[in-house]
């Protein structure tokens, strides 16, 4: 294809006025479809319904340990679902507290924590003249809504290929004002990149002048690959913190919201011990205890890894043509136009699509009056400004493939009409 960067003005009119035509089309055909979040599709929960089937009035209530978990107690989780969630990230039960829900709410507080009452004893944020965390991008719009939330100045760190520019984020935590770094390092929203082994290694070694700097490591998507032979992997970095004698300076999140139920899963965090008690300090004030009997479902389900490798495999199963619709189609309508750019994700929730400078929200837009709602184009930056306006995230996972091509040609038909316009307007 010729790109339209070569293209006669004459030759951009006429493209202009065919792509006009099938966008009044496209419009006429009264869509109605929102992609707007990385949901679980309806047969992926289906598929975790078995759960809802493990009890009885008869069974015996107590875990592997003889805790009775219909009662109070058990701050920590019961054994086995830490011993779960452990496996899944590589971790030692005793370095894993259980929680509820998601793993969203676990970060909001570990921050609000850390704002009212300081970090293991350091002086807590509000009492500062100025907190900031590093934030990279395109990244995770609810991670930027929490800092935003405190009123926590974000510094935008850009990513590449390999994961967040770790010269500038050397730099960066020499201030001391400097408190954190939110990372998603397996298939990162939205790029869907895995942040390379020297990321991680560097990232471990980190020398902040902040004492109470903590990494909030947002595992989402470690066990969330797309294919059996091609599979990122990732390191364990709170071992890689322990052998930098920095095992304080990682608090890693994770939980099984797109693995069981959304919204009604089970999440943990994972940490050093002496950060596992500045956790429970405040929970036992906080909270009585968990869902334990949520949590003794998913550990009878699962039982074990292997169970949730075998879980996922279900899912990729699903979500992989999705992924590979989506891909298919960017490549066949937009390959070799010069109009934009997109990550190609062996795993994770997201694609992420660089159109040309300028042009994002104009896209968004287009798609919207359409009748296809997408993530907001800014949404993946602090303060949902995107300089360049240019990134968007496309979640394939909640539309049905009849829906997704349908949705996905007109992505790529609003991609092509907005960058005519813009050609033609330069």
């Avoid at 035509?21 to 047969?43: F, I, N, V």
């Avoid at 009878?300 to 891909?327: C, N, Q, S, T, W």
């Avoid at 309508?333 to 062996?346: A, C, D, Q, S, V």
Wanted: glycine share 8%; charged share 25%.
């Amino acid at each position: 294809m010729t790109p339209y960067c070569e293209l006669e003005k004459e030759e951009l009119l006429a493209l202009k006025q065919e792509l006009e035509k099938q966008y009044e089309d496209a419009r006429g055909k009264g869509l109605k479809l929102d992609m707007s979040r990385g949901k679980p599709a309806s047969e992926q929960l289906d598929m975790t319904m078995p759960m809802m089937d493990i009890f009885n009035r008869d069974f015996d209530m107590h875990d592997e340990k003889g805790v009775d978990v219909r009662n109070y107690g058990n701050l920590e989780g019961i054994w086995g679902a830490r011993r779960l969630l452990g496996e899944m990230l590589g971790v030692d039960p005793e370095h894993v507290i259980v929680f509820g829900t998601a793993s969203l709410s676990v970060m909001y507080d570990t921050v609000s924590r850390s704002v009212t009452h300081g970090v293991m004893g350091s002086t807590p944020w509000c009492r500062l003249d100025k907190v900031k965390f590093l934030c990279p991008v395109p990244g995770y719009d609810r991670h930027f809504a929490i800092t935003e939330h405190f009123g926590i100045e974000m510094i935008p760190i850009p990513m590449n290929e390999e994961g967040p520019d770790m010269d500038m984020v050397e730099e960066c935590i020499k201030d001391p004002a400097v408190k954190g770094i939110w990372c998603v390092p397996m298939y990162t929203n939205p790029l869907g990149i895995t942040y390379s082994d020297e990321v991680c290694r560097r990232i471990a070694d980190l020398n902040p002048a902040a004492e109470d700097f903590r990494i909030y490591w947002d595992n989402a998507y470690c066990v969330h690959h797309l294919y059996d032979d091609r599979q990122d992997t990732l390191p364990d970095i709170l071992s890689m913190c322990r052998a930098n004698g920095k095992e304080d300076m990682v608090l890693e999140f994770a939980s099984t919201s797109k693995i069981s139920f959304a919204g009604a899963g089970i999440s943990c965090i994972a940490a050093s011990l002496g950060n596992l008690e500045w956790v429970k300090h405040s929970m036992t004030i906080q909270i009585i205890s968990h869902d334990k009997i949520n949590q003794l479902r998913h550990v009878l389900y699962f039982k074990d890894l292997d169970g949730i490798r075998e879980h996922m495999r279900k899912h990729a199963a699903i979500m992989r043509p999705k992924f590979e619709l989506v891909l298919d189609t960017l490549e066949r309508e937009l390959g070799g136009l010069g109009i934009g750019t997109w990550t190609k994700p062996l795993g994770g929730y997201f694609i992420s699509f660089d159109s040309m400078e300028g042009c994002a929200k104009e896209i968004v837009a287009k798609c919207r009056e359409a009748g296809v709602t997408l993530t907001g184009a800014g949404a993946t930056y602090p303060y949902k400004k995107d300089p360049h306006d240019s990134n968007i995230r496309i979640a394939p996972s909640y539309p049905t493939l009849e829906e997704l091509k349908v949705t996905a040609e007109l992505f790529v038909l609003c991609v092509k009409l907005v960058s005519v316009e813009k050609l033609l307007n330069k």
